[in-house]
């Protein structure tokens, strides 16, 4: 079970999600590589709240939530806003390096959470946190050598921005490789 904090935590980044939906909203918010470099810095951690469509939305909400719920006993509310906020700079800060003019959505947050959580399991020693990793960086090895999903492109009216996942998980990774006075995960909850 969730705790009520971070269920209301949850609650928050989804509200925001779709509030960052709404036209007025949403082009204020997106990732745009010129508008970035033109000093609206902000976007590097808010596009990470932004999506093409309801669909996309839809489907990167679904997994935050699953993702959350999956590692519920590394989630403390405080962690869970240190590693989204870490993950969003890392991510967006990422993409500059990149070939991208525009990027929304969570996945790479998503991959971010998956591949810290993972590690989180596999540092405690739970069933399953091995194949997780594993199954990750197949994951974004595919995404990497594919492109993507061309069903998911299509849902979604996008391209898969495959550089955010790799950009993810590789946040995710260092961030559960930090030392342990510095680790998100210092006091694994029991």
Known sequence: ???????????????????????????????????????????????????????????????????SYLFRFDLTTGRFWLLLASLSLIVGLSLLFTRLDGYSGLSGLLHGILIWGACQDIRAQRAGGRLLLIAGILKISWDLYSGGSAETASMINAQIAVEAH????VGGLLLAMLPPAFRLSASPVK
């Not at 790799?166 to 998980?169: D, E, Q, S, V």
């Open 1 to 67: 079970m969730l705790s009520r904090s971070l269920l209301l935590s949850l609650l928050t980044i989804c509200l925001f999600c779709v509030a960052a939906q709404l036209a007025p909203l949403n082009a204020l918010l997106e990732w745009q590589r010129p508008l970035i470099e033109a000093g609206q810095w902000w976007r590097i951690l808010t596009g990470n709240f932004t999506h093409t469509n309801w669909a996309h939305l839809g489907m990167n909400v679904s997994g935050l939530l699953i993702i």
């Open 166 to 169: 790799l950009a993810g998980a």
